[in-house]
């Protein structure tokens, strides 16, 4: 009987530990959006940071996007990716690619130029209203569904943000403002500007899945350094005059930090995004709104107490996020793993297109 016993507690063991696999396989997309959350909030402290230490925005956007693109390049060729793929595979690919890459730029450029210009809290409440427009851009240029469950976890989750920063901005609507001063109205637009590009981007991210389902991530990302490179150099040239190279170590060590951590954020958004739909994947990362606030009271100092009603929007947010993970449809028992399938398929496929060409060359020279 006792023999009996542990054999039972072993087996209770081991389906535990299926049951909590089997949970992380199922809402792994989930997963990667709240820590590129986390990324994202780390990631406008460094600019501050930076911007402090004497850099300006497009300066900050060049030598991050030499970093990115150089670092992932170097990533490329050890997963043995081939060069002529970084570029896509086909018109349409290479198209989306380039879209991803621009709207990326142009989001990333509003919002560093928002973070530097405004307050973060002020910044923050306005760049994560992203899950609104990605829901939206989703339903009406994929055809995704948007469910209503969904859209109002959207709009609750983004009251929750007013409730937790309280931005200046609000008090055009006669509500108390907590923090920011009165701002151009050029930098309000810049930041109303940043999430509408940047779920334009995220749609991009789930096209790419759709015409090509075994699209590497990091190709995606290369394509990203590689815009932010080439563009921001021109107009750092044009609005902020002459690259200069930062002078001081406090500067290229924030730089650094930067860099890696919204690397990393990048890879998590792009690896959610090719596993979930737009308007769930967007409202998870809602959960670095409180993240963001911890950081700005702990290290920059705005000696801001955490108010009751503070508390209660970081409480919201929590719950709208929740209401996704909890709403999420399941039809049958996760699959299993594909992408190894997948990305056979479409080397099968490519091999296929490259005997047919060759077949219509020997048909013509005949």
Not at 178 to 187: C, E, L, R, T
Not at 325 to 353: F, Q
């Amino acid at each position: 009987p006792q023999r009996g016993q542990v054999v039972q507690v072993k087996r209770n063991s081991n389906q535990r530990k299926m049951d909590i696999s089997k949970c992380i396989y199922t809402y792994r997309g989930l997963i990667y959006m709240f820590l590129s959350a986390i990324g994202q909030a780390f990631g406008a402290l460094f600019v501050k940071f930076a911007s402090a230490a004497g850099m300006r925005c497009f300066q900050i956007l060049f030598f991050r996007g030499v970093g990115m693109w150089f670092g992932n390049m170097l990533i490329l060729r050890q997963r043995g990716v081939w060069v002529k793929h970084w570029w896509g595979r086909g018109g349409e690919h290479s198209l989306w690619l380039f879209l991803r890459g621009l709207f990326g730029f142009l989001s990333l450029g509003c919002k560093y130029w928002s973070v530097i210009h405004l307050y973060l809290a002020d910044a923050v409440s306005l760049r994560f209203s992203v899950h609104i427009f990605s829901g939206i851009f989703a339903c009406l240029l994929l055809g995704e569904s948007w469910l209503i469950g969904e859209a109002v976890s959207a709009v609750v989750g983004f009251i929750g943000i007013l409730m937790v920063v309280q931005p200046a901005w609000l008090s055009i609507f006669g509500f108390p403002a907590k923090v920011g001063p009165s701002y151009p109205f050029i930098d309000i637009t810049i930041a109303l500007l940043c999430p509408v590009f940047n779920a334009i981007g995220y749609v991009a991210i789930r096209k790419l899945k759709r015409i090509r389902a075994s699209t590497d991530p990091f190709v995606i990302i290369n394509w990203l350094g590689m815009i932010l490179c080439l563009a921001s150099l021109p107009l750092q040239r044009i609005i902020e005059g002459p690259l200069e190279i930062p002078a001081n170590l406090d500067a290229w060590f924030w730089l650094i930090m930067l860099t890696l951590t919204t690397y990393m954020s990048q890879v998590f958004v792009t690896w959610g995004l090719q596993l979930e739909r737009a308007g769930p994947a967007t409202t998870v990362t809602l959960i670095g709104v409180p993240m963001t606030m911890i950081l700005q009271v702990v290290f920059l100092h705005k000696k801001e107490p955490l108010t009751l009603i503070s508390g209660l929007g970081a409480l919201v947010i929590c719950t709208s996020v929740g209401f996704v993970a909890v709403g999420k449809p399941r039809k049958g028992e996760p699959l299993a793993d594909t992408r190894k399938e997948e990305a056979l398929y479409d080397a099968l496929t490519e091999k296929l297109d490259e005997e047919g060409q060759h077949t219509s060359r020997c048909s013509r020279l005949l």
